[in-house]
């Protein structure tokens, strides 16, 4: 087949699969946001919103696909204080919605910074890692990125929105993986990060299976240790000297033991705990009840596991084949909470079936695939840390959002980019998906 | 190992595997969900978004005879609360306006809301609601989901106090029988026949509850009805009982000295029965037997439902002077001339019996001393005929046995005699023997058992079984179920024994204590009794058949008022006005205000009265 010469040359600036896979999921978002909102009593303000936010949105992806990307490495502390100031606003006249200070109110249209501040961390942060290429096996270039990262994220906490600032996790440290940062220092890095969350986790499950545990039992022992009790400073000692009792046995049997080793071992450990102590006793109740509705779900069908429950019979009820559009019963008649945002997923597998849940995996397997893809044929190393944190991005808020569909992760009110409804979220995935695009086209260019 | 390359692919690698496992963990997942799972799941989905609201079936009628209707249904309001699926609405406002609107304890109301929400199922807040506090709740609908009106039958007895314990009443279940009911398609809050007739022939009466399945979303509030299975009302139940005759002899008892009493009309042809009277009784429609504990006698046997026609165990008295005679006659250990002198007392080694007339009757034979009912003529025959007989004779009438009328809480009565000693290693004296004679001592009766005795008199033998049911008439048209007469036992007496007792019992009511019974145009026979009671006044008795004459009889009572006195004084009167009622004779006492003749058009075709009085 012969095609001609333009046509071959677009065919290999334009990711065609890529474009197939964004443009799937939004036909198969906007049915199920359609379907979702038909019910409620604003439906068609909703929708009118819906259909605005989608051609903003391929306005903005357009827009950054036409745009060339290495204005955002130039322009990074431009980007990153922009950030900083966007959520410093945020926190100081946002409004409130759902608990947490998340949306600055233009009056006319209203947006939700963190999104943005995503976007906006992987560009800068991009641009950070890339300028230090040279000595990326530093720690010091790891404890860097962090610092240009906490800020970010420390202030979405703050709204507190807990759930948007969990999916900076995997963003970050999957840029630092992918920028090429030595595994042990990423590791050194993730095991505090892991102690600080399992903290809280251990201490729900604690809770949530032994809630009368006497005083001296062991799950009283942990619960004391977790909250920052008599156990945590007995833990924290017994653990020095632990420590430092087995450098001492390494040196006598002439091991290769240098102290810092030690304890810097200790320090991340003690650090974890204590950051893990800090994060739990600031954990709000409902933060607290979506971690016991993931341990145990049958033990309160009344809350959060309430939507964990409605969610995976919504899908399982769906079949193979789906009950059709608008013929959902979960979602049509309210059983499914947050319907047209969190819980599209649980729409779409009620009214489309096996076939459409499975697909919109299938697309969004093809759309990371795609970005890893772009990220690989990048021109240059900032277009790859770009492309490579948009994959994850992307894939990690499909795990987490799909997952709590289907019952497998704890509840985090994050939506599903490009098929949840959310202006927002889908104008800001929509111009990331454009920048991709960009660093797509221009893979072959000299600078 | 040393990572020079700018671009580490290697690391995007891992990135784009650790992603495809979790699509592949994700996939399978919904493999299991959609797939595996599928048919839990959809079941779950549509116990979520369906609400059955079920609907009592209309009960089956009773009918009298004629056709006078005893049971019928009415529509009632109800108002029930369907849970909301979210389950963490404030139930509190809703009850305190319920409470406000239905005048009760708003805890009690927050305490059913709440039971609802946690069983997930619907509950009856409130029944047979009045017209104006319905409208008031129709208008609490749309403020808050989930309360709604529902329009039921309810059970209703237009004649009220009439044959409460023989009908008995509906009622809400025990807890604990719905444990056992709950796979008979009972719901907690199905009414179910709690006594009486309501309660034997509640599978006939029930019929089967009908159900609209509704469609309600996540707030309870009904979206639309899916379908509906209608319901199928219940069979019908035409009785042999009479209303007349069962409204004479109820206004009679309540009427006489204590108001305590019962009264039971056989037809002394079949058994079936025409009237099943105790009183005190109560209004059915007003469900007297749910006020509380604390306001109900201690002893059963004040309870207006207790029914002294089959529970009631009484002596005797004199009436048992017809099983003396008919054992002695028959056995040939005395004759009709046999006379015995009364002074007003009878000696039996030290002890003094006395005769009811401490002056004496003077001599006596079978016929005066029948007629006269005297006790010292009786203790000298029963003493002749042995006790072993009169107990032998006083079984094959009936007596300590129930006579498995369909009716709970029947009691067998108390055989009294050597062989009911000698089965409790007790001896058996003389002076045993002379209480027996004259219906004391241990012996215990009822009503119906009386009633079953003086009807085997009338009909020469047979014991027929008391039943009530005439047939039972199919809601869905099948062809009718007619109880047949069934023989429950045989009294063999010679021709001339029969004789004997016959015409003594009719000189009762000729010239002897049962005067007072007599109405011109029938044969009535009968006997008077006047039970010793160790507490209280002496129960008083009457049994008496009735014919027209050449005919055979047609109508048998057995008539007991408590702490009546002399059976002559108020039993007798009673059955007179029964009598008068069952054969259409004279104007009708004053109870006949009541229109018995107000016939429902639904009622089904009479069948002809079979052995009714004509």
């Given amino acids: 087949m012969a095609l001609s010469h333009a046509e071959a040359a677009w065919r290999g600036r334009l990711d065609m699969t890529f474009l197939a896979a964004v443009a799937g999921l939004l036909v198969v978002g906007s049915l199920a946001v359609v379907s979702a909102v038909r019910p409620m009593p604003h439906a068609g303000h909703i929708e009118i919103r819906h259909f605005a936010a989608l051609a903003v949105g391929i306005a903005f992806f357009f827009f950054g696909f036409g745009f060339d990307y290495h204005v955002f490495e130039d322009q990074a502390k431009t980007i990153y204080a922009a950030t900083i100031l966007m959520l410093l606003a945020v926190l100081a006249v946002g409004t409130i919605s759902h608990g947490h200070r998340s949306w600055l109110n233009f009056g006319f249209l209203s947006f939700q910074p963190a999104e943005l501040a995503r976007l906006f961390l992987v560009l800068s942060l991009a641009a950070y890692l890339d300028r230090r290429e040279r000595k990326i096996k530093k720690f010091s270039v790891v404890l860097g990125a962090l610092a240009v990262s906490i800020p970010v994220v420390g202030l979405i906490l703050k709204q507190p929105d807990f759930s948007t600032a969990l999916t900076f996790l995997p963003l970050i440290f999957g840029m630092l993986f992918c920028a090429g940062v030595s595994l042990a220092q990423l590791s050194v890095i993730m095991v505090f990060a892991g102690l600080t969350l399992s903290v809280p986790f251990i201490y729900t499950v604690c809770q949530v299976f032994y809630p009368h545990a006497q005083a001296g039992s062991w799950p009283h022992g942990i619960v004391d240790a977790l909250i920052g009790g008599k156990t945590t400073v007995v833990l924290l000692l017994g653990g020095a000297l632990a420590v430092a009792g087995l450098w001492r046995w390494a040196k006598w049997a002439r091991l290769r033991a240098d102290a810092s080793l030690f304890l810097a071992c200790y320090l991340v450990l003690a650090g974890g705990l204590l950051a893990g102590i800090v994060v739990n006793r600031r954990l709000k109740p409902y933060q607290r009840d979506r971690f016991a509705a993931f341990v145990a779900p049958k033990q309160d069908l009344e809350g959060a596991a309430y939507h964990v429950r409605q969610s995976q019979i919504a899908i399982g009820s769906g ?46 397997f093809l759309l990371v695939w795609r970005l890893a893809e772009t990220a690989r044929g990048a021109r240059d190393r900032y277009g790859y840390l770009v492309c490579s944190g948009l994959a994850v991005m992307f894939g990690f808020e499909l795990v987490l959002n799909v997952g709590m569909c289907v019952g497998l992760m704890p509840v985090a009110g994050i939506p599903l980019p490009l098929v949840s409804y959310g202006g927002s979220s889908l104008v800001i995935a929509l111009w990331s998906l454009g920048i991709a695009a960009n660093v797509h086209y221009k893979r072959y260019l000299l600078a | 190992m040393r990572e020079s390359s700018p671009r580490p692919r290697a690391r995007l690698d891992a990135v784009v595997v650790l992603f495809s496992v979790a699509i592949g963990a994700l996939f399978l997942r919904l493999f299991q969900l959609q797939i595996l799972d599928r048919a839990n799941l959809t079941a779950a989905a549509e116990r979520n978004r369906t609400e059955m609201i079920y609907q009592t079936a209309p009960r089956g009628f009773v009918y009298d005879r004629n056709g006078v209707v005893l049971a019928t249904n009415r529509p009632m309001f109800s108002l029930i609360y369907l849970p909301s699926h979210k389950g963490l609405a404030d139930l509190r406002p809703l009850a305190q306006e319920l409470a406000a609107q239905l005048r009760r304890d708003p805890a009690d109301i927050l305490a059913s809301l709440e039971e609802a929400t946690r069983e997930d199922s619907v509950v009856r807040l409130a029944e047979n609601l009045p017209p104006r506090v319905m409208f008031r709740l129709s208008e609490l609908r749309p403020i808050y989901p989930g309360v709604d009106l529902v329009m039921e039958a309810e059970r209703y007895y237009p004649l009220g106090d009439f044959a409460s314990q023989l009908i008995g009443y509906v009622g809400r279940m025990d807890p604990r029988d719905w444990i056992k009911l709950r796979s008979e398609g009972y719901r907690i809050d199905s009414p179910v026949g709690r006594t009486g007739l309501e309660k034997v022939f509640e599978s006939v009466l029930r019929g089967r509850d009908g159900a609209i399945r509704m469609e309600v979303d996540a707030q309870g509030r009904l979206k639309r009805q899916l379908d509906r299975v209608p319901w199928q009302p219940g069979d019908s139940l035409v009785l042999t009982v009479n209303a007349a005759i069962q409204e004479v002899a109820e206004s009679e008892l309540r009427r006489s000295i204590s108001g305590r009493g019962a009264a039971v009309v056989l037809d002394p042809r079949s058994g079936a029965v025409l009237a099943l009277a105790s009183t005190p009784d109560f209004n059915l429609n007003e469900l007297a037997a749910s006020a509380p504990p604390s306001e109900r006698p201690a002893n059963p046997a004040d309870l207006p439902e207790f029914d002294r026609a089959i529970s009631g165990t009484y002596a005797p008295g004199s009436t048992f002077k017809i099983v003396v005679g008919a054992a002695g006659l028959n056995e040939g250990r005395f004759a009709v001339n046999d006379t015995v002198f009364c002074p007003g007392y009878f000696k039996l080694g030290r002890h003094l019996f006395w005769c009811y007339d401490h002056h004496g009757h003077g001599l006596m034979n079978w016929w005066t001393g029948f007629a006269h009912s005297c006790d010292v003529y009786f203790y000298e025959m029963g003493l002749r005929t042995g006790a072993a007989l009169i107990e032998k004779y006083a079984e094959s009438f009936g007596l300590g046995r129930p006579t498995r009328i369909a009716l709970p809480g029947e009691s067998p009565g108390q055989l009294f005699g050597p062989r009911t000693f000698a089965a409790e290693h007790r001896p058996w004296y003389d002076g045993d023997t002379v209480n027996l004679s004259i219906g004391q001592g241990g012996l215990l009766v009822t009503p119906i058992q009386m009633a079953v005795l003086i009807s085997a008199v009338a009909n020469g033998g047979t014991l027929w079984r008391p039943h009530y049911i005439d047939r039972i008439h199919y809601a869905d048209g099948g062809p009718d179920y007619v109880q047949q007469p069934e023989k429950m036992g045989e009294v063999d007496l010679k021709p001339s024994t029969w004789n004997d007792l016959h015409e003594a019992l009719s000189l009762v009511v000729s010239s002897g204590t049962g005067r007072a019974v007599a109405i011109r145009g029938l044969d009535i026979s009968g006997k008077t009794g006047t039970a010793q009671n160790s507490s209280g006044r002496d129960h008083s008795w009457f049994v008496a058949y009735a ?68």
């Fill in chain 1, 319 to 364: 079949g193979v084949w789906g009950k059709g559009l608008f013929e959902g019963t979960q979602s049509q008649l309210g059983f499914l909470p947050e319907r047209h945002t969190d819980f599209i997923y649980a729409v779409i597998g009620e009214e489309m079936g096996f076939w459409g849940a499975a697909g919109v995996l299938l697309l969004y």
């Fill in chain 2, 547 to 614: 014919a027209r004459p050449g005919q055979p009889p047609s109508v048998a009572v057995a008539v007991l008022v408590e702490n009546g006195g002399f059976g002559d004084v108020s039993a007798v009167p009673i059955a007179r006005d029964i009598f008068k009622v069952a054969f259409g004779i004279g104007k009708p006492p004053s109870w006949a205000e009541l229109d018995l003749r107000a016939k429902p058009a639904a009622a089904p075709p009479a069948r002809d009265s079979r052995g009714g009085p004509a």
